[in-house]
Structures are given as C-alpha cells and as structure tokens.
C-alpha cells in the first residue's frame, strides 16, 4: 500500500498540514523540521501523487510534442533537442505523430488538450489557422515560417523561401542549368516556401523550365528516387540536370536514380538537399544541403512555450529568468536562416577519368 502523508505525520509526530507544507517545500518551514520529514519520508518509502499535485496546483509539468514522422531524422533530431530542454526543466513531454494527416493532427491536439498538458508544441502538417488553435485556451507554440501570432498561440520558424534561393543559386554558380524541385508533401508549408525560393531564382536567371520539374510527393527516399527516375526518363536534351531537393531522404533518393542511369552524381547532374541530417556528410554521400538549425529552433520554442506559460499565470518567473528570456535568447519573432553546406553532389568537377 502506498505511504500517504497522513503515515508520515503519524510517525513523525508533525501535523498533516506540516508535513504537507514540508514535502511540497512551502515557505515557513523551519530547516530542522524539513530535514526530519524529509528523512522519515524517504526512510518510508514515499512518492508522491503527481495527480493529486496537479489538482492543487492546475499544473501538470507535461508538454505536449506533435511532429508529423519520427522516423524521419529530421524530426527525431528535433524531439532529442526538445527532450533536453525538457527535461532540464523538469517537465514530462508527450509526443504524438500525424503522419502528415490533418485529420489525425486535429485528434492528436485534442488529446494532449484532455491530458491537460501545460502547453503544446507543434510541428504542422499543413498551414495552420491561429484563430482555430487559439480556442483550445492553452499556450502553443507552432515550429513554421507563419507570421499570424495570436493569443495563446505563437510561431517559431525557418526561413524556408531564403533557404530555396540559396540552395537554387547555387545550382545556377555551379554552371548547372536546368535545375528541378523535388517537394514533398503538397500541404508542407515549408516545401511551398522551399518551392518559392526555387521559382523566384529561376525567374530571376530568366530560365523558363516545364511544368513536370516541379513536383510533391512524400518526405522519403523512395518518393524522390521515383520522381527522379521520371525525370531522367526525359530526352537528355530536355531533363534536369539539376535536382533541388525538399528533405535530404528525396535528395538520396535522386542519388539512387541518377547513379542507376549510368550517370555522375555532381559531375553530371547536380543535387542539393535539405535538413543537413547526421549521415548526409558521410563519404559515401557527401550531399550538398541546406542545414537547419535545429538545436536554436527548439531552444526558441521552448523560451517562447515558457514565457506563454509564465503570462498564462502558470508559472512564476525569476527576475534572472524574465531578464534571459526577453535577451538574445528570446528572438521567436524573427526567422532562423539555413545554411548552405556544399560538398560533393553539387561539384560539376568531378569528371570521369
């Protein structure tokens, strides 16, 4: 059976309403006394009800984590920064996937809300509407390049159309001509902007590609090895000889499909990716991507997610925390801009011997 503060009174010899103050490390307690509960608490094995604690408090110390695919080392990468955070603050987090469904998403938002999670974290499947987020009345923090802050719900985003201009331009620098999107999926706010960036350098460079080199598909390697090949299918005269890619997985997935149509990586068709994942620098890759910073982006989430809580009367700041929190650390309302890695797929150098 499990020790209840009522047992630990009984030993101790304190009253109930002590012994709850000193477990719970109220003000007004004097040392000693805290030091001898605490002592006979452990000595009995004591845990405290977190539920119980949370009916008191109207505090669960539970975030609540929506991404749309964990299996994507995007996502992953982002749940591990986020997780560290957390767990620095001592909060719990619940994750949840949409599997880039709406639908899904929309279930997942309203079982973290019945959970009575503090607050929510949330990585869209498709642009989101503030005003429908704003009515489950709980501080959300959404990880997009949306600019539509409203009552309890604000965004932390990438600059995703900037990152599309760079990555292109720099398929044109490299001598390569007629460059192709590979997106992903067809809602994925940041594919749109990547997309945007792609067609603001075409336009700029004055190049009037086909309809066909535009496409969305899955996240996946396998999406982007069977657009490519499609693509390839082309007369050479006519196909890319360039891919920009949505993710890293479409940009591998290219890879696979060029090399098995007997042609160079680099040398002969260029390829640029996105995420900037672990293995992307590996030797046998060595892929030329956007890399997004993905430790900063979770840690302005965060900050902002904290600051929601703070000014939603769930939790009392520290004059030093309001101090860090409103300093550099806290820049949520600028986007963060990715960086171009260039390596090996996009080396038009590297000729056959």
Not at 15 to 30: C, H, K, M, P, Q
Not at 82 to 98: E, N, P, V
Not at 140 to 160: H, L, P, S
Request: charged share 25%; proline share 4%; glycine share 6%.
């Amino acid at each position: 059976m499990a020790v209840t503060i009522k047992d630990i009174a009984k030993r101790s010899g304190y009253s109930f309403a002590t012994v709850s103050r000193a477990l719970n490390d109220r003000y007004g307690i004097d040392p000693k006394t805290l030091k001898k509960i605490k002592a006979v608490a452990e000595e009995m094995g004591y845990r405290p009800n977190q539920i119980a604690k949370s009916l008191v408090s109207r505090k669960t110390k539970t975030i609540g984590l929506i991404v749309p695919d964990l299996a994507n080392p995007f996502f992953s990468t982002l749940l591990f920064h986020i997780k560290s955070l957390a767990d620095a603050a001592d909060y719990s987090l619940l994750i949840c996937m949409s599997a880039w469904d709406p639908a899904k998403e929309e279930h997942e938002l309203k079982l973290l809300f019945e959970r009575r999670c503090d607050g929510i974290l949330l990585y869209p499947s498709d642009p989101i509407d503030a005003k429908a987020l704003d009515l489950y009345k709980i501080p959300i923090c959404v990880f997009t390049d949306q600019e539509d802050d409203r009552g309890q719900v604000f965004f932390v985003g990438i600059d995703n159309e900037y990152g599309g201009e760079i990555a292109t331009q720099h398929l044109f620098d490299q001598g390569y001509k007629r460059p192709a999107f590979l997106g992903g999926n067809q809602h994925s706010a940041s594919s749109i902007a990547r997309c945007r960036g792609y067609e603001n350098i075409c336009n700029k460079q004055k190049v009037n590609l086909p309809e066909a080199f535009i496409s969305t598909g899955a996240f996946t390697i396998d999406s982007g090895y069977d657009r490519a090949r499609t693509l390839l299918a082309m007369e050479p005269d006519i196909r890319p000889d360039a891919f920009f890619c949505a993710n890293d997985l479409i940009a591998m997935g290219a890879m696979e499909a060029v090399t098995l149509d007997g042609l160079r990586v680099g040398a002969d068709i260029g390829i640029v990716g996105v995420d900037n994942v672990i293995y992307a620098g590996l030797p046998q890759i060595r892929l030329t991507t956007m890399d997004i910073p993905l430790a900063e982006l979770a840690k302005r989430g965060w900050l902002e997610l904290m600051d929601l809580l703070a000014e939603n009367g769930d939790k009392k700041e520290t004059s030093d925390e309001k101090k860090a929190s409103s300093s550099e650390e806290k820049q949520a309302n600028s986007l963060l801009e990715p960086t171009l890695v260039i390596r090996e797929t996009t080396d038009k150098s590297r000729r056959k011997k």
